[in-house]
């Protein structure tokens, strides 16, 4: 049995799916579809997911790999950040108002996606690039933000990331 | 006459677009209660919602749904119908829900291509907001006792004039569903001064659940008895398995945990014109143990000599060759052969594309249910009617039996056009009557099955007469029509193919011969943004940057000069009706003075003429594709054979403008997609296979590689016409204008990185 964590919420999954990447422990066991499937090898970044806080791509990382690690996915970013939480937010027709991660309030503001599959590993990855590079330079997030946005976000991404930068600093 | 055949007159005749269903009848005579409705009311829809048209119900909370009847692949199309609605209707848009439309006839064409949403829908949205609204005005009068011209909606109520009494569109709901919709010359219409939405920027209405994760393509719907497939597909078009070779592999598979049944997928010989792949799908209980047992599948494949052989360097080799073959001419003005014989200064050059692949974010993932009676289906398709009607085709299945509904597309980019995906998916599922059956395509499969968009070659030849003047100019295409991969057989390319950006050049030359050549198709050939514009753009920007410098002119100069005095564009006099993406000429003329506005808006604020010096340089392109001009000029430098592209300034002219803020991002968005294209882009066939099979070896761009992007609109009160797709086909011209500018090579044959890095 490997127990680990995804969202502060303690899992468990079986020996005999060891192999399986967490991509897909999260998409089908977990019902988290927010991380999405692009490629499979770790190229594109649409499943970008944090471990231990670290960007990495769960497509690529199988469950053997996971004992006693921490998970978060897109599901997780708006409601961990806690105490951090930028003001509440309502778009377009959406009832709800949620508690946006500044990274999630500074893609709202740049209206950043296009069809929108990739944007949760996008944000992902953004994140935590963040808190190792607070105050990144345009070549900081040329070097470091490498998933790919077929849509062709990257000019409204990489506004959105100094403007959250901006905002957590 | 020549004879023309417009694009959607063809896509009538392949089925790709619509089915002989569809109603053709404008919006007002869709106009029923539900009651007595043929109106298709979207799953999703409440029960409690009041219709009041197609595209119009209100519930009692005041909360408006509209229907969108086109599908959201990035483009905004769900945000933009919305703010054409609410506008007329007077409504308040928090109260706005968007709903999706399952696959229908009576919305006429759900056909998501052509970048011509808008320009299909503007009107008649208008219309079916402004109906409600008339008919909230009404039941407010009714209300009241008093004249209906007392009674004005504005902000999500009406408001009684003499004494600025309101009801809220909620409270009017239940009575004015029921009062009979206006006819036609009964509405309003808002000035544009007058405005609220349209021509605003307004958020995406999926932007939340997005940033969110909560957003739902095909793959994230969650259905109890869900059951897995992969499919591993014939690498070479029309090849089938050897069930006597592959046996034994297929019995091993059969026995791997997890797997439910391995499932061999015959050539179809149905009449669907998007027949699956022949193959073998493994069913499993989970994605990752379909995807495990298919790569364990060792599939003996009997070979088809006829594409076994095919190798995509030689291809292109001969689709150049061709065009020194006797072609077929489309249109023709004087004596161009005799013109350019005279010509003492002639100049010649070919160009050519390799295949592309769409490669949207989301590979395609169908869910289907199929209930022994129903076949319920979930998939980002681009056209959810035609879909119904090829399954019927594919199927058998009572058309009326079968329900396609649509998720988010993740991207698609014409790829999701052809449903070939939707059904084999449905094949499999049919043995699993009672379970719902999810269909995942691997990224492998998507760079390797795709409907490319084909290789091409275009030659192109102008003569100068003795004033320095272009008094000749011969255009050759020659490329596998779309039709080929539904025909089996060699064809020319087909009018509204040739229409995309070669025989309607926007010149005045007194002798002209557009002239295409035709190519067996050995592999499947689709839509890709843009279509056949990518690459005539490609070679006409180039080649009027070559006679510019060829004769010492500048590049603006020698675009005015061939471009020449300010006219409407119609061909009349060469004895060509010109198709014009299916529009009238009156409705939406080919303005030249259009297209010179964005080439100078972009000459003039890229200051291009400073910046060429060595190492660096400016290259201008133009381009007229679905109605929209479009003029782009990218910056680049040049160091040790490494190129960076700097920037990149658009301008587009698409007539009325919706959301500025979405046409900019769809601007942006193609400026990005085309460089991919144009630096690295490169689908190559040995022995009849793919050759790439993922991001590694079929790269697109990633941030490091973007430029600094502005995009302007210009202001424009004309009709709304094309913005997804046109501002794709300008920047390869531009890009390697710009790298000879920068003193490097000029490129002729795509992409770049056969010459530099990127």
Known sequence: MIKFTVNQKTVEADDDIADMPLLWFLRENQNLKGTKFGCGIGQCGACTVHMNGNAIRSCSVPLATLANADITTIEGLASKVGADATTSYQVGSSKQTETLHPVQQAWVEGDVPQCGYCQPGQIMAAAAFLKQNPAPSDQDISEGITNICRCGSYVRIRQAIKNAAKNMS | ?758
């Open chain 2, 1 to 758: 006459m020549i004879k023309n055949l417009s694009r959607r007159r063809f896509l009538q005749l392949t089925g790709i677009s619509t089915t002989g269903l569809v109603l053709g009848a404008s919006g007002l005579a869709y106009w029923r209660h539900r009651k007595n409705s043929f109106i298709p009311l979207p799953a999703e829809l409440p029960e409690s919602a009041q219709t009041f048209n197609l595209f119009v119900h209100i519930e009692t909370d005041d909360t408006v749904h509209i229907v969108v009847h086109r599908s959201e692949m990035g483009q905004g199309i769900r945000t933009g119908f919305a703010q054409v609605v609410a506008e007329e209707l007077q409504a308040d848009w928090q109260h706005i829900v968007v709903v999706q439309a399952d696959g229908a006839s009576s919305y006429g064409s759900q056909s998501t291509d052509s970048s011509r949403s808008m320009r299909d829908n503007y009107q008649r949205l208008r219309e079916m907001g402004a109906s409600a609204r008339h008919m909230l005005e009404h039941a407010a009068a009714k209300y009241w006792g008093i004249s209906p011209d007392l009674c004005q909606a504005q902000n999500h109520q009406v408001v009684r004039q003499d004494n600025l009494a309101t009801l809220r569109f909620g409270e009017l709901a239940l009575t004015a569903a029921t009062l009979s919709p206006p006819s036609l010359p009964e509405l309003t219409f808002k000035n544009k001064d007058q405005f609220k939405y349209i021509g605003k920027k307004i958020p995406s209405v999926d932007l939340n659940d997005i940033v969110l994760g909560q957003a739902k393509y095909s793959a994230d719907l969650q259905f109890p008895n869900t059951l897995y497939a992969c499919i591993q597909r014939s690498p070479v078009l029309g090849d089938e398995v050897d069930h006597a070779g592959s046996a034994e592999s297929i019995a091993d598979v059969n026995g791997l945990s997890g797997v439910r049944k391995v499932h061999p997928i015959g050539i179809p010989t149905s009449k669907s014109q998007f027949k699956p792949l022949a193959g073998i799908a493994v069913v499993a209980d989970s994605t990752w143990q379909a995807l495990k047992a298919k790569r364990a599948l060792n599939i003996q494949w009997k070979n088809k000599e006829e594409h076994s052989k095919f190798n995509s360097d030689d291809y292109i080799q001969e689709l150049k060759n061709n065009l020194n073959k006797s072609g077929k001419i489309l249109r023709q003005k004087g004596d161009t052969q005799a013109a350019l014989n005279r010509s003492n200064n002639k100049h010649s050059a070919a160009y050519t594309l390799p295949y592309l692949a769409q490669a949207p974010m989301e590979p395609m993932a169908v869910v289907v249910l199929y209930d022994k009676k129903n076949i319920n289906v979930w998939a980002g398709v681009q056209d959810p009617q035609n879909t119904k009607w090829q399954l019927h085709l594919h199927l058998g299945h009572d058309y009326d039996d079968i329900h396609v509904h649509v998720p988010l597309l993740g991207g698609s980019f014409g790829r999701k056009a052809s449903p070939d995906f939707v059904l084999e998916a449905a094949e499999i599922a049919m043995h699993f009557p009672g379970n719902t059956l999810q269909l995942q395509w691997s990224r492998e499969d998507d760079i390797q099955h795709s409907y490319y968009h084909s290789a091409s070659a275009v030659q192109l030849e102008a003569g100068f007469n003795d004033n320095r003047e272009i008094n000749a100019w011969h255009a050759k295409s020659c490329f596998p029509s779309i039709a080929a991969t539904f025909s089996g057989k060699e064809e020319y390319p087909a009018s509204w193919e040739m229409e995309l950006g070669l025989v309607n050049t926007p010149f005045v030359i007194e002798h002209e011969t557009v002239e295409c050549f035709s190519a067996v198709a050995h592999t499947r050939s689709g839509l890709m943004r843009s279509v056949s514009n990518i690459q005539h753009a490609f070679a006409v920007g180039s080649f009027v940057d070559e006679l510019a410098i060829a004769s010492g002119r500048d590049n603006v100069a020698m675009w005015l000069a061939m471009i020449g005095r300010d006219r409407y564009i119609d061909y009349s006099d060469h004895g060509y009706e010109l198709g014009n993406y299916s529009e009238s000429l009156t409705d939406f003329p080919f303005d030249n003075r259009r297209l010179k506005h964005v080439l100078h808006w972009v000459a003039e604020h890229s200051s291009y003429k400073a910046t060429a010096s060595s190492g660096s340089g400016c290259g201008l392109s133009c381009h007229y594709s679905f109605l929209t001009y479009v003029g782009i000029a990218v910056k680049v430098r040049l160091e040790q054979n490494q190129l960076k592209v700097d920037e990149v300034h658009c301008a587009i002219d698409c007539g009325t403008v919706v959301n500025p803020d979405r046409v900019i991002a769809q601007s942006e968005g193609a400026i990005v997609m085309a460089l991919s294209a144009v630096l690295m882009g490169n689908i190559s066939f040995k022995d009849g296979q793919v050759e790439q099979s993922n991001f590694h070896d079929y790269p697109v761009l990633r941030m490091h590689q973007t430029p600094k992007i502005r995009v302007h609109i210009v202001n424009s009160d004309t009709k709304p016409t094309g913005a997804g797709e046109p501002v794709m086909p300008v920047v390869a011209a531009s890009l390697t204008n710009a790298i000879v500018a920068a003193g490097g090579e000029r490129i002729r044959d795509l992409p770049v990185n056969k010459i530099y890095r990127v």
